[in-house]
C-alpha cells in the first residue's frame, strides 16, 4: 500500500541502521530514497490493476537487488551515523561520541557525571561529554544566558551559561557534538548538582598538554617494585612519545647519579600511574613544559 510509504518512515529507518544488512551505506540508501518510492508505488498500481502478466514473470528471474544502481557515495561518517541513531531511537547503536576521543578524554577529563555530588561549590571540573537541549534565553535584565544538558557515558547534568560567559562560549554550544566543558559545581537543596560553565571546547580541537622534558626519581633499593630497570624500559617502550627522560638514581646519604634517557616518552596519566607503582609516589617532576 503506497499509503505505508513515506519518504520520512524511509529516513527515519535508515538512520536508525534498519537496512544496514541490506544493499549500500547509508549515504547511498538515502540518495535513492526517492526513486525506491516511485519504484514501489508504481509496483502497487500495476498489481491493483492487474497490469504484472509477462512483465511481472520476467522480473521474477531477475536477482532480488536488481534495479536501479546504488551512486557512488562515501558511505555517512560515525558521528553522522551516531547523531541519526540519537535522533530517531533515542540512544547510540554502533558506538558513541566519545569512542574517537577516548585518549582525549583520559587526559582531559578531572571528573564524569557521577563524580559531581558531595563536590563542594565552586570546585573546578573539566568533563568530556555531548551537549544536548541546547536552550538560548535571557534574563530579567535582558541579558543572554543558555541552558543545556551534558551527557557522558555514565550520566547527566544540567549545565548553565550566565551572561557573563555567553558571548565566549556561544560559538562551541552544538547539539550532539563531542566537547571538553570546564566550570564549577553548584550544588542544590534537595536536587541533583549543576554545573556553571566557564568554557567549551571542541574535543577535535582540544589539545592534551604534555611537558617537554620529565625527571623520574629512581631509589635504589626503596619505594616501588623491586626489578625496576626492567619495569622501566617496557614503560619507556610501551609509552613512546616525543618528550625527554631525565632519570636521577639516588640512594639516601649515599649517592646521587643523573642520567639522560635515549627514548622519548608520552608521559600521560597512565605513565604517571606506572611510575609511582614502580618508582613509588611523587616520583616524576616537570623540568620543561
Not at 25 to 54: C, H, M, P, Y
Not at 123 to 139: E, F
Not at 189 to 214: F, G, Q, W
Request: aromatic share 4%; charged share 30%; glycine share 8%.
Amino acid at each position: 500500500d503506497p499509503g505505508a510509504i513515506n519518504r520520512r518512515g524511509l529516513e527515519s529507518l535508515i538512520k536508525a541502521g534498519a537496512f544496514d544488512s541490506a544493499q549500500g551505506n547509508r549515504a547511498q540508501q538515502f540518495a535513492v530514497i526517492d526513486s525506491a518510492i516511485e519504484t514501489g508505488q508504481r509496483a502497487w498500481k500495476d498489481k491493483q490493476f492487474g497490469q504484472a502478466g509477462l512483465f511481472a514473470m520476467a522480473m521474477d528471474d531477475q536477482p532480488a537487488h536488481a534495479g536501479q544502481p546504488l551512486p557512488a557515495l562515501d558511505d555517512w561518517t560515525p558521528q553522522q551515523k551516531l547523531s541519526g541513531e540519537k535522533e530517531m531511537l533515542g540512544i547510540y547503536v554502533t558506538g558513541h561520541p566519545l569512542d574517537e576521543f577516548a585518549d582525549k578524554v583520559r587526559e582531559l577529563a578531572t571528573h564524569d557525571t557521577e563524580r559531581l555530588e558531595g563536590l563542594e561549590r565552586g570546585a573546578d571540573v573539566a568533563l568530556c561529554g555531548i551537549l544536548t537541549g541546547v536552550q538560548r534565553k535571557r534574563n530579567k535584565k535582558g541579558e543572554p544566558y543558555a541552558q543545556m544538558v551534558l551527557e557522558d557515558r555514565l550520566g547527566t547534568v544540567e549545565a548553565m551559561v550566565f551572561a557573563k560567559q555567553y558571548n565566549d562560549v556561544l560559538p562551541s554550544l552544538a547539539e550532539d557534538k563531542a566537547v571538553l566543558v570546564r566550570g564549577v559545581v553548584v550544588p542544590q537543596v534537595d536536587a541533583p548538582t549543576k554545573l556553571s560553565v566557564l568554557s567549551v571546547i571542541p574535543l577535535e580541537s582540544a589539545r592534551v598538554h604534555l611537558p617537554s622534558l620529565i625527571s623520574i626519581r629512581v631509589s635504589v633499593g626503596t619505594n616501588g617494585t623491586r626489578d625496576k630497570a626492567e619495569a622501566l624500559n617496557q614503560l619507556f617502550d610501551k609509552k613512546r612519545g616525543d618528550t625527554e627522560v631525565r632519570l636521577r638514581i639516588e640512594k639516601a646519604r649515599d649517592f646521587s647519579v643523573i642520567l639522560d634517557v635515549a627514548t622519548k616518552v608520552r608521559p600521560d596519566k597512565e605513565f604517571q600511574a606506572e611510575i609511582e607503582r614502580i618508582c613509588g609516589p611523587e616520583a616524576v617532576e616537570v623540568l620543561a613544559s
